[in-house]
């Protein structure tokens, strides 16, 4: 199984495969977050294309693309503050019900995630009370409540504590192992996405400088000049 | 060579036909000849001018602070008065008078309001946003007619209103005219040079690219918000003193230059100030090209007025698709806990009990009643609270929980009480009820398609200007409302054996049945809040672009709110045609509908308590009243009350009713569980403070202050320097 995405924030091919978790990283305003949008639909690419397992998806709505199994986070919470965490999820898992017929409870599904996800104990709280770190698994729980088959995680680990963290990775894992998830991460923590990713793209202005595996991108020159600034030191000077 | 083919080529073509078949149907008897056409020019253009400066104010406004002032035309129509008073009254020269109004008076209000109200709102919701305005609309409105009472008519005179004006082939232009179209390229090009050449204008442009960014640059943002406020009623105002003169001083005439005004603000896509300029030509030339060449006859005489309100639809069809954008939810700090159905039983029973007990007189009321029996005054008034009570039911799904802020069902209910008189009403058929809630639905939806693929703000307008439209064209056609029929139009209901009328003696089973009828959509609805429709709404309203991306249909989920809340105005409605018994053409005008919306808001338009609550406080009003032997002051203070209002959502935006039910829910006995979630949300606020753990450390025990930011830097050995970039500090610490 093969997502294929070619994206047009200027020239950046990405794949995801299912079963592992890629990741995708690069400086600020690099163009990640563009690059979710164009995936799931939010912007549309002025060219390239979207294809989902080899079908092209470009100009499908949002909506289209969560039927047909996209699901994601967002860098900035996009959690349902005015409902519980539960409501948050249980919408997700019954909006899952108007194309997926296999005959699930909704309820059940919903409960299956809050102790998947580990936030059955704040179930029953607004989800605008909840601190970040927890809203964020609130979210993630409600895109795994769609039941995607392709999950875009945008700063999965920001405003989590280091164990949160860590459980976080655990679960990613899980869900690649057990389910066979594609995922697709964007993330500023390192280490955490050196430890999960098995693949990684770094964008820099719209370009992808470099590609391997966490070890490869890691010896990079052209990665480490990204990061560093090559001429953030002409400009002091 | 590929044609290119725009996809809104189909509905232009459509739009430009169905405007010929209409000019062409109503063609009056003027011929095209260089004098009429120089005469609807002049008209026109004059015309186009003073909408073109009330709608920059409004875009310059909505564009740096991001909230648009409903209140703009009703605050030009309070200055247009000032001018009245210290011209015609005071006998100042007008030049004197005009400084004093424009420079003096606006901006004092503009920066009043800045102060007290919008900065508080900046990043409020667009329901708190719309309403405030409104409710400021309302209150300028209200003061107008309090200080210079409409029992008097008054008149602006034109400019140089003796002589003769100037003769453009067989056409005299006044002196007035001339100078409107002078000024408003005055304005055209004072607001250019202001925004592009002065360092004030280019703080304010840079604000609307990116606040924070703007902060970080030095610009001070309070600066910036009170000037674009004062810009705001200083246009205004000139508006208001330009057109009075054409229009009358008459407030409703002033306050409606309002929908003129978001019609030119919605064809510049409310930010482009040249096509502001473009916009209200547009509209002021259609109006004029109207009154010169067309003539709608006697069924549709009212027509004309109509024309922004259509120029808007017709924009709104032709603005591009809005994208759906992230990063804005607010998240508020607000627990609740659903109510459980036996609770939601439970309070419609206190609510038919307690209304009921008031029916029957078991409740005294005050001077001049015996227990027993209520008179048959108030009996009438109860059931028409009932019925605005029932209306603002009818809004809570819609603005409460799908967050989509519509003025129209007022209107709605209007065509429903019209629709009723033709359909059942006239023979006191049950069925007819079903039939005009069957035609409503669909109604309300369609008054929101334009708008559905548009931000929310855009609904808003499209609904102000249905309200609008119903009121000047709709109902005031003779095959809707007759305006010779006589007598009571509707048959009584008849409720298993029970009559239900306007007449006396029916009137207490007309409030009994509609507070049982209340009280069921009220248990209805609460129950509907724990359906996965609701959660839908809610989800759609709380993130737009999450709700899309877990596989919702925005426009489909939008629509069902619509049906649903377009059918209850339409119950409502046949009520109100009920309880009028005959029906006037004057019946349902535009701003009757406002004060509903917004008393519901003040209470909290998240929950269905609130419309009780709401018209409790519309009985609040004739009840003091009638206390206190009809003061005349308390006329006054419930003309201001919208004012009120608007200043305590600003302060309280979740409504009344989360407030006192935060603080209530803990007193019942078998809420142990709000005592609890209470006192841990309070704990949780602490632990969550950002650099709480800092502050402590420091020996600092209060949040940040300016000040306490200077002992912090000094704490930590930071130069002085800092005072130099106030904004920086304040943006990101103290919120």
């Known amino acids: 199984m093969r997502f294929g995405v070619l994206q047009a924030v200027s020239q950046a091919s990405i794949e995801v495969h299912a079963g592992r978790v890629t990741g995708l990283i690069g400086p600020n305003g690099a163009g990640k977050t563009t690059c979710f949008n164009v995936i799931t639909g939010l912007q549309e690419p002025t060219s390239g294309k979207v294809l989902l397992e080899g079908v ?19 860098q900035k919470l996009e959690v ?92 990613l894992r899980r869900l690649v192992a057990d389910d066979g998830l594609g995922i697709l991460l964007v993330e500023h923590d390192m280490s955490f996405v050196m430890g999960i990713c098995e693949y990684i793209y770094v964008l820099d202005f719209g370009r992808v400088i470099a590609t391997g595996t966490p070890a490869e991108v890691q010896a990079n020159p052209t990665v480490q000049a990204a990061y560093l600034g090559t001429d953030a030191t002409e400009e002091a000077s | 060579m590929r044609l290119k083919f725009s996809p809104r080529l189909i509905p232009a073509v459509v739009v430009a036909l169905i405007v010929a078949f209409v000019v062409h149907s109503n063609w009056g008897s003027a011929s095209v000849t260089g004098q009429t056409i120089a005469t609807f020019l002049v008209v026109g253009i004059a015309l186009g001018g003073v909408y073109a400066i009330s709608a920059a104010g409004l875009v310059v406004t909505y564009a740096t602070t991001g909230i648009f002032n409903f209140a703009q035309a009703a605050i030009g129509c309070f200055l247009a008065f000032c001018y009245w008073q210290l011209t015609v009254q005071w006998g100042l020269p007008t030049l004197v008078a005009i400084a004093i109004t424009l420079l003096v008076i606006a901006p004092a209000i503009g920066i009043a309001l800045d102060r007290v109200i919008m900065r508080r709102l900046r990043d409020a919701a667009l329901v708190v946003q719309l309403m405030v305005t409104v409710g400021l609309m309302l209150t300028f409105m209200g003061i107008t007619l309090t200080i210079w009472s409409p029992k008097s008519p008054r008149s602006v005179p034109h400019f140089f209103e003796d002589t003769k004006g100037v003769q453009i082939g067989d056409v005299i232009a006044t002196w007035h005219r001339i100078i409107t179209v002078a000024i408003a390229l005055l304005v055209a090009v004072a607001l250019r040079f202001l925004l592009y050449r002065t360092r004030l204008g280019i703080s304010m442009r840079a604000v609307v690219d990116s606040r924070s960014l703007a902060g970080l640059t030095g610009a001070k943002s309070s600066v910036i918000s009170g000037a674009s406020w004062s810009l705001g009623c200083m246009t205004a105002g000139l508006a208001g003193i330009l057109i009075a003169p054409e229009t009358g001083l008459v407030v409703e005439n002033l306050a409606l230059v309002i929908v003129v005004a978001a019609a030119a603000a919605a064809i510049a896509q409310l930010k482009s100030l040249p096509m502001v300029f473009v916009g209200g030509l547009i509209i002021g030339l259609s109006e004029g090209f109207s009154s010169v060449y067309l003539n709608f006859g006697t069924d549709w005489n009212y027509a004309p007025q109509a024309i922004p309100c259509v120029i808007l639809f017709i924009a709104l069809l032709f603005l591009p698709q809005a994208r759906l954008e992230t990063g804005k939810v607010r998240l508020t700090k607000r627990t609740e806990r659903l109510t459980k159905p036996w609770e939601a039983a439970l309070g419609g029973g206190v609510m038919i009990v307690l209304v009921g007990a008031w029916a029957n007189g078991w409740i005294p009321w005050f001077s001049g009643t015996t227990f027993g029996e209520r008179s048959a005054v108030w009996l009438g008034r109860g059931v028409g609270f009932l019925i605005f009570g029932l209306i603002m039911l009818s809004l809570v799904p819609l603005i409460g929980w799908a967050g989509q802020v519509s003025f129209a069902n007022f209107a709605i209910a209007g065509i429903g009480a019209v629709l009723f008189s033709h359909f059942g009403g006239q023979n006191g058929s049950p069925v007819g009820i079903l039939i005009v809630m069957l035609v409503c639905a669909p109604l309300g939806l369609l008054i929101a398609l334009p708008a559905l693929r548009l931000k929310g703000l855009y609904l808003a307008l499209a609904t102000l200007a249905f309200a609008e439209f119903t009121d000047k064209v709709i109902v005031r056609h003779p095959n809707m409302i007759d305006p010779s029929a006589t007598g009571v139009l509707f048959k009584p209901l ?14 207490k089973a007309f409030v009994i049945f509609l507070i049982v009828t209340f009280a069921i959509l009220f248990f209805m609805l609460e129950l509907m809040r724990r359906s996965r429709w609701a959660r839908r709404w809610i989800a759609m309203s709380d993130s737009p672009a999450a709700s899309a991306t877990i596989g919702i249909n925005l426009t489909t989920t939008k629509m069902a709110v619509f049906m649903l809340s377009g059918a209850m105005a339409g119950f409502a409605g046949c009520m109100l045609g009920l309880s009028q018994g005959a029906l006037r053409v004057d019946s349902f005008p535009m701003f009757v509908g406002l004060p509903l919306v917004l008393l519901l808001a003040v209470q909290g338009v998240r929950y269905p308590v609130a419309a009780f609550m709401g018209l409790l406080g519309l009985a609040s009003f004739p009840a003091l009243s009638e206390v206190m032997g009809n003061p005349s002051w308390l006329t006054q203070v419930s003309l201001i009350g919208p004012g009120i209002a608007a200043v305590a959502m600003a302060y309280r935006p979740e409504g009344a009713v989360f407030y006192s039910g935060r603080d209530l829910a803990g007193l019942l006995p078998w809420r142990a569980d709000a005592r609890e979630e209470k006192a841990l949300l309070d704990q949780r606020t602490r632990d969550q403070d950002i650099g709480r753990d800092e502050i402590n450390d420091l020996g600092i025990s209060r949040a940040f202050t300016r000040e306490k930011v200077a002992q912090l830097d000094r704490v930590l050995s930071i130069s002085d320097a800092v005072d130099e970039h106030p904004m920086v500090v304040s943006t990101g610490v103290t919120k």
Do not use: C, Y
């Open chain 1, 56 to 74: 092209d998806i470009t100009g499908k709505s949002p909506s289209k693309r969560a039927r047909l199994g996209i699901a994601r986070t967002f």
């Open chain 1, 80 to 171: 349902f503050g005015s409902l519980s965490a539960r409501e948050n999820i249980m919408v997700a898992a019954e909006q899952r019900k108007s194309w997926d017929k296999s005959g699930f409870d909704p309820r059940k599904v919903t409960d299956e995630i809050l102790e998947k996800v580990g936030i059955a104990d704040v179930s029953e709280f607004m989800v605008g009370t909840l601190p970040t770190g927890t809203a964020r698994l609130v979210e993630l729980a409600r895109a795994l409540a769609t039941n995607p088959r392709l999950l875009l995680l945008d700063e999965a680990s920001s405003g989590l504590t280091e164990e949160e963290t860590e459980e976080m990775a655990a679960l």
């Open chain 2, 494 to 507: 008849d409720i298993f054996g029970v009559h239900i009328s306007s007449d006396a003696a029916d009137r």
